[in-house]
């Protein structure tokens, strides 16, 4: 398969797939977001000036909504994120498509960015925890990505479907609250399709790591909606990270 196609069906899933698979988390550590050792994603992107760490939720008509705040210290930050979210800033499912089974289709739930402020409140950049490998032509092949999310109610979702020339495969079971989630993208066999995968089960051969990239990611949702929300938000928003490692 063509890098270029990868990349456009990527860029297409990238904006209508919203779902995170849950894992096997310890029930009384569900809200916590510990990170530690994070890194520059690249030698452009800079540890040093961050102050604050902000949790959002985002995606309703409510706009963003700040729900937890840590300072930035040895390299890390702690996030505790509310027990509890108000349901107007949870949003439903988008269309199921055939092939896909979802148990409580009535659902809701909330995404979050951790975004990264200097020391006068400005946005600076924000975090992610994944890891990546790449072909003996230095392109990605393998992306995995971990991502939290709220939900109001227990629900699983199972099933296949394809998009274009990539097979889209569930297997997942969320309960009320928070979830940690992987999200898989495999296109490491020569001349086969590629495989994006949402399971309930950490990818074993995955080791994670947090990495900061500089900008505002911000600029990829309703500018009109956030600018009234907060003056600190540039609008200068890196590729999101997949993106970049393909470019």
Known sequence: MKKSAFLVST?????????????????AKRNVIYAEDVKPFSDSDNVDNIATVKAFLYGSKEGIKEIASSKFDNNGFTLTLPNDIDEKYLINFPNIPDGLTISQPDAKQGNILILAFDNEGKQIGSFSYFTYQVNNNKEVNYFSSSSYAYFNKNVTIKGNYSFGDIDIKYNCSFKKGWNIGYTTIDNTKEGSRVTWLFTSKKPAKDK?????????????????KYDS?????????????????CN
């Open 11 to 27: 860029i297409v899933l990238i904006f209508i797939i919203l779902f995170v698979s849950c894992d096997k988390i310890d029930d």
């Open 208 to 224: 994670f790591i947090w990495y900061f990239e500089e900008g505002n990611i911000l600029l990829l949702f309703d500018r009109n």
């Open 229 to 245: 929300l907060s003056e600190n938000f540039d609008h200068f928003a890196p590729i999101p990270t997949f993106l970049r490692l």
